[in-house]
């Protein structure tokens, strides 16, 4: 059974992209932070840091995915485990993401508020989910879907992610099979 | 005794090579167990079994470099970062795929009993009849009441939890206590068994797992992390349970790195004298000599090695005179199921990682039903509850998707077939003497399909699987027809079939190659058709009767 598990917990479902969408047409440059869209510099981590820890922040309950070092996990995955063209994809979506952010605010991103950085990315993350709508198999995926994909992943399979967002028991030692659950008690790590 | 000389030789080191050599050490035997691979020690070796998910570097995904590496290996779940080490490198060991054929191989001490899926389940009389009634293939030389014993007997050593569910297309055995199934897994069941009236059961899986005491073994501690190999040693391996017992006796000597490249046969005696090996490390080629040879490098590789002990009087192999060395491979098609939503259960939830799901046991072409289709199948899956990975539509991003994510969703329940493949003289393998491998070996070439027995099966497979579950209630269900291709199943199976005639079989009912009795088959390759049920079991029950057979014959000074 196990091996025939394994199959959906190492997918992950990757969304879709956008291509020449107007809000990137009519975006001012990037203006005081040099970000490159051909490989990570800290700069880009510490970016892609923000992000995440704007997909999931700190809470009262548990830290956010900056405490997971997210901005590295994220570079690991893409430099490694991704194809070129996500690569691709992913490191001008770093430009892209700031452009979009300069065009509605005038502002980098890493200069937003808190406040405006989770309206922006929420706008960000529903036109990917529109694009996705209607992506059909094998078009370019969205860059802030990866972004988003591995903000999650990273962050609830980290060690931060894994024992205070969530329970992790090492070793169970048994196995019940039903048990009481009551709403708040968090979810089994893996 | 010369160091190279022993009583019995052993090819292969996994689940039936590590029987064997058990057995015939127990019996007083000198026996050498020849492992083409590494040493894979236990507990010692087992180098990511401690480690938490966030140690791996990729989190255990694969990485481009080894989707590189492994051309075969990543049409599926086994490429991966975690265990690696443990599957064969398709670079160093390539075959040729005259149609498609997933091989995933383990080439080590231990061999895939480290990576297998511990499902445990009994062929019955309906499967070791089913040739012979339905004129298919070659009868099985032997029935039920002849193994049953050998069932009995391999699982008191190795460990079986299981439920006693009375079925008889699936006979009970000597189990260990059941695993729990979860809240939604006994509603489901108990709403199939009444919407069907009784004909159809689901039931928990039945698993090499230690769940009660058994001698010189730990309980598992439902990590769910098996494949890593276990340092608690609570499934069944041949590191675990089988090695361990061979050493035990002062008999076994082990020797990693042996690629076993021909059995040699003396024409004079019609007997095998022993076996030639390549080191893998050094290349240098050495000959071990025994009174009985068992081979157990699994199916294929079995076949390959008795291919490759081609001489003049058997020009197409050892085991070739009956034409049939190298037909009728076989796999379980898989790829085909349904899923669905479950509604409520929110107050509901378990504890711990089961290594273990529901089975849903062959029912089709059984008790009276009667397809356009012969044979059956059986369903694996299980009902669980939702981790982060799932969609939460009402969060976009933020803290109150973060929140959500941190408690378990709602319930999925999914089901998964194991088809049952005929065996087919068309499918088959061969050497192919056009290209080698990292040691200037003939590959092998394997040139195998479903065909229309199987192809009709799979519709049943996924639209009876959907109404199952939406008889019991399951929302929102969705059937897919997947991937079918053969070697997927990871449960190769034939092309040394046994049978009782030596014109149409390559071994007889005891395991024996009717050309040299003193070579015994007892790994997958024998199996003369290939029941629905995941077949390791009956590979340890086969090769402990086989190994009987072997050391009473050498008492009478019959081999």
């Known amino acids: 059974m196990t091996r025939r598990d394994a199959l959906s917990r190492v997918s992950l479902m990757l969304g879709g992209t956008i291509i020449g969408s107007e809000i990137f047409l009519y975006g001012c440059k990037p203006d005081t932070v040099q970000l490159s869209t051909v490989e990570f510099t800290p700069t880009n981590i510490a970016f892609l840091d923000e992000v995440g820890e704007t997909i999931l922040p700190t809470t009262a309950s548990s830290p956010g995915a900056k405490a997971a070092e997210i901005g590295e996990f994220m570079k690991v995955i893409v430099t490694d485990c991704y194809e070129k063209q996500d690569q691709e994809i992913f490191l001008e979506g770093i430009g892209k993401l700031n452009e979009a952010s300069n065009a509605k605010y005038s502002k980098d991103f890493m200069k937003l508020s808190a406040e405006e950085k989770t309206e922006f990315l929420t706008a960000l993350d529903q036109e990917a989910n529109e694009y996705n709508k209607t992506k059909e198999n094998g078009a370019p995926n969205h860059y802030f879907s990866m972004m988003k994909q591995l903000t999650l992943w990273g962050y609830f399979s980290s060690e931060v992610g894994a024992t205070q967002a969530l329970r992790y028991v090492e070793t169970p030692g048994r196995w019940e099979g039903c048990i009481p659950y009551e709403k708040g008690d968090k979810a089994w790590a893996i | ?559």
């Open chain 2, 1 to 559: 005794m010369a160091d190279n000389v022993f009583d019995a030789i052993v090819i292969g080191s996994g689940i039936s090579g590590g029987w064997a050599a058990k057995e015939l050490c127990e019996k007083g035997l000198k026996t050498i167990m020849l492992e083409r691979g590494q040493n894979v020690e236990h507990v010692k070796d087992y180098h990511s079994a401690l480690k938490p998910p966030w140690a791996f570097e990729h989190r255990g995904t694969r990485t481009q470099k080894m989707i590189e590496d492994y051309p075969v290996l990543k049409r599926d779940y086994p490429l991966n970062e975690k265990n690696l080490e443990w599957w064969a490198s398709d670079k160093d060991c390539p075959y040729t795929e005259i149609k498609r054929f997933d091989w995933f191989r383990g080439y080590q001490v231990g061999g895939r009993s480290l990576l297998w899926g511990k499902q445990s389940y009994r062929l019955s009389d309906f499967d070791f009849e089913a040739n012979a009634k339905e004129g298919i293939a070659i009868d099985w030389p032997v029935r039920y009441k002849d193994i049953a014993p050998w069932y009995d007997y391999v699982e008191r050593f190795a460990g079986i939890s299981g439920n006693r569910d009375g079925l008889p297309q699936l006979p009970d055995g000597q189990f260990l206590p059941p695993m729990e199934m979860t809240c939604v897994e006994k509603d489901v069941a108990a709403r199939i068994k009444e919407h069907y009236k009784g004909q159809r059961h689901m039931i928990i899986g039945r698993a090499a797992h230690v769940t009660g005491p058994l001698a010189g073994r730990t309980l598992c501690q439902y990590r769910n992390k098996c494949s890593l190999g276990c340092p608690f040693g609570g499934y069944f391996s041949t590191q675990s349970s089988t090695l361990p017992a061979a050493m035990k006796t002062g008999n076994l000597t082990l020797r990693p790195w042996s690629i076993v490249t021909k059995i040699i046969y003396d024409k004079d005696t019609q007997r095998a004298t022993g076996v030639e090996i390549l080191d893998a490390q050094t290349n240098e080629t050495y000959e071990y000599k025994a009174k009985v040879v068992f081979l157990n490098a699994s199916t294929i590789n079995s076949t390959w090695i008795l291919m490759n002990s081609a001489t003049d009087v058997w020009p197409e192999g050892l085991g070739s005179s009956s034409g049939q060395l190298g037909h009728n491979l076989m796999d379980h098609h898989l790829g085909v199921g349904a899923g669905g939503d479950v509604e409520g259960y929110e107050d509901k939830y378990y504890y711990g990682r089961r290594p273990n799901g529901v089975y849903i046991p062959r029912y089709r072409n059984l008790f009276g039903d009667k397809r356009d289709y012969l044979r059956g199948f059986g369903y694996q899956g299980g009902a669980s509850r939702q981790g982060w990975q799932r969609n939460v539509a009402e969060y976009s991003i933020g803290a109150n998707l973060k929140e959500a994510l941190t408690e378990p969703g709602s319930w999925t329940m999914g089901i998964g077939g194991f088809g049952e493949m005929l065996p087919d003289y068309d499918n088959k393998i061969t050497l192919d003497k056009t290209k080698t491998d990292k040691w200037g070996l003939n590959v092998v070439a394997i040139d195998c399909e479903l065909k229309e027995n199987e192809l009709k099966m799979r519709q049943d497979m996924m639209n009876d699987a959907a109404e199952m579950l939406e008889a019991a209630g399951v929302k929102n269900v969705n059937k897919w027809d997947g991937d079918g291709t053969p070697g997927r199943g990871i449960h190769e199976m034939g092309t040394a079939r046994m049978g009782s005639d030596p014109k149409t079989s390559v071994l007889n009912k005891w395991n024996q190659v009717w050309d040299a009795p003193n070579v015994f088959v007892t790994d997958g390759s024998f199996m003369t058709s290939a029941g629905c049920q995941n077949p390791s079991l009956g590979y340890m029950a086969f090769t402990a009767r086989a190994v009987d057979h072997a050391v009473n014959e050498l008492k009478k000074m019959n081999l």
